[in-house]
């Protein structure tokens, strides 16, 4: 499924927070592209939910949930993928 994607997809294990509601949650980046995350959650967010991510050292991002199953959830980034892209190169292994 990976290979037919638009944006390369890159593993990749990343300490980050979400933030719902006015409430932030830890999360793990699992799986990253330019144009969003896949997250490790112990929560469920409804799909359409728009979100604020917290990357340590790279700062706060807006993202729209686009999926979730368990305790995994997809991000889709609001923000310029060219920028997105900088900051997630050096987030890879």
């Given amino acids: ?24 949650h830890d999360c793990v980046i699992t799986n990253s592209s330019s144009v ?5 959650l112990r929560m469920s967010v409804a ?4 979100v604020r991510i917290e990357i340590a050292e790279f700062g706060q991002y807006d993202a729209t949930v ?3 199953e368990g305790d995994e959830t997809g991000l ?3 923000h310029d993928p060219a ?5 997630l190169a050096a987030l890879a292994p």
Wanted: with cysteine; hydrophobic share 40%.
């Fill in 83 to 87: 920028e997105i892209a900088s900051m």
């Fill in 1 to 24: 499924m990976d290979n037919k994607r638009s944006y390369p997809r890159e593993a990749v294990r990343v300490k980050a927070r979400l933030k719902v509601d006015d409430q932030w």
């Fill in 76 to 78: 889709h980034f609001e």
């Fill in 47 to 50: 799909t359409g939910r728009a």
């Fill in 66 to 68: 686009v999926w979730c």
């Fill in 36 to 40: 969003g995350v896949r997250l490790y």
